[in-house]
């Protein structure tokens, strides 16, 4: 039996480039499931995405999954694409087997905690305050550089990753610190700043965007206040739950998010095609 790939739609093409197109899986042209290939909305037309691969019931456990993936990579070669990324949810452990089978390699997860009712409080000598024009700067030069290193860590182009840092600071902040729906907030320590917290309240769960403890300052419990920080003013908001994205390989974070209640909900995985 031979399994394809077979268009529900026309290329569909954004002004920006973007490209989009729906598929049925078909086994001996018989539909047995659905799969859906775009261009990354942030990297641009060097990565494709895969979104909701799926196989009917009746035909699972036969393959179809694997060789409709291999299919949608060679659509994605085919594109111009260099990398290919699938998000899988973490409750679906066989497509995640399956990705894994395939060479995908985790690159980051998404994490969500529910919140209470009562905010907590941030432990004795530390408070949180707004940050200033004056500091919004160099913290924006420096965010913007510390991400894009951490996808060159993780085999994105320098250039490329450049890029991505830049766009997703300005869409991010299109207002600078009046940014509707951001809170942007330095944390002291006895008086000292200590660290930074940037997180968003426009959707729900409100979602932490970047948390940095001042270099050198490091492993003294910053980072969990900062954190309890985020709770705090999510919860002030009115939000139920806070989520946010931690690469692999970050082991403190990883480690620091897990003792404080919070559960993978999804993973995020690439393969290069070239």
Same mark, same amino acid.
């Given at each position: 039996m031979t399994t394809t790939l077979r268009p529900t739609e026309p290329l569909q093409r954004g002004a920006d480039g973007a !490209?989009? +197109?729906?598929?049925?899986?078909?086994?001996?042209?018989?539909?047995? #499931?659905?799969?859906? %290939? *775009?261009t990354h909305p942030s990297f641009g037309p060097s990565v494709a995405v895969l979104h909701d691969l799926y196989v009917e019931?009746?035909? +699972?456990?036969?393959?179809?999954? =694997?060789v409709a993936a291999l299919a949608a990579e060679e659509v994605a070669r085919g594109w111009g694409c260099a990398r290919l990324g699938i998000e899988v949810p973490a409750?679906?452990? #066989?497509? !995640?087997?399956?990705?894994? =089978?395939?060479?995908?390699?985790h690159r980051n997860r998404r994490m969500v905690k529910p %919140?209470?009712?009562?905010?907590?409080? @941030?432990?004795? #000598? *530390?408070?949180?305050r707004a940050m200033t024009d004056a500091e919004y700067g160099p913290w924006l030069a420096? /965010?913007?550089?510390?991400?894009?290193?951490?996808w060159i860590d993780r085999g994105v182009p320098a250039a490329e990753a450049l890029a991505k840092s830049e766009r997703d600071y300005a869409v991010g902040l299109p207002q600078g610190l009046s940014t509707p729906d951001t809170r942007?907030?330095? !944390?002291?320590?006895?008086?000292?700043?200590?660290?930074? @917290?940037?997180?968003? %309240? $426009? +959707?729900?769960?409100?979602?932490?965007?970047?948390?940095?403890?001042?270099?050198? %300052?490091?492993? +003294?419990?910053? #980072?969990?206040?900062?954190m309890l920080l985020a709770e705090a003013q999510s919860i002030a908001a009115g939000k139920q739950a806070l989520g946010l994205n931690v690469f692999v390989g970050? =082991?403190? $974070?990883?480690?620091?998010?897990?003792?404080? /209640?919070?559960?993978? =909900?999804?993973?995020s995985l690439y393969k290069g095609l070239i």
């Amino acid at each position: 039996m031979t399994t394809t790939l077979r268009p529900t739609e026309p290329l569909q093409r954004g002004a920006d480039g973007a !490209l989009s +197109r729906r598929y049925q899986v078909c086994v001996n042209s018989r539909p047995v #499931g659905s799969v859906r %290939l *775009s261009t990354h909305p942030s990297f641009g037309p060097s990565v494709a995405v895969l979104h909701d691969l799926y196989v009917e019931e009746a035909d +699972r456990g036969r393959g179809r999954g =694997t060789v409709a993936a291999l299919a949608a990579e060679e659509v994605a070669r085919g594109w111009g694409c260099a990398r290919l990324g699938i998000e899988v949810p973490a409750d679906a452990e #066989g497509a !995640l087997r399956l990705a894994t =089978t395939l060479g995908y390699v985790h690159r980051n997860r998404r994490m969500v905690k529910p %919140l209470g009712a009562t905010p907590p409080e @941030l432990p004795a #000598g *530390s408070r949180a305050r707004a940050m200033t024009d004056a500091e919004y700067g160099p913290w924006l030069a420096a /965010g913007t550089v510390d991400y894009a290193q951490d996808w060159i860590d993780r085999g994105v182009p320098a250039a490329e990753a450049l890029a991505k840092s830049e766009r997703d600071y300005a869409v991010g902040l299109p207002q600078g610190l009046s940014t509707p729906d951001t809170r942007i907030s330095v !944390l002291e320590h006895e008086g000292a700043r200590v660290g930074t @917290l940037w997180l968003v %309240l $426009a +959707r729900e769960p409100a979602f932490v965007y970047d948390v940095v403890v001042d270099e050198g %300052l490091r492993g +003294r419990g910053h #980072g969990r206040t900062l954190m309890l920080l985020a709770e705090a003013q999510s919860i002030a908001a009115g939000k139920q739950a806070l989520g946010l994205n931690v690469f692999v390989g970050n =082991t403190p $974070a990883e480690r620091l998010y897990a003792s404080l /209640g919070y559960v993978t =909900t999804s993973y995020s995985l690439y393969k290069g095609l070239i």
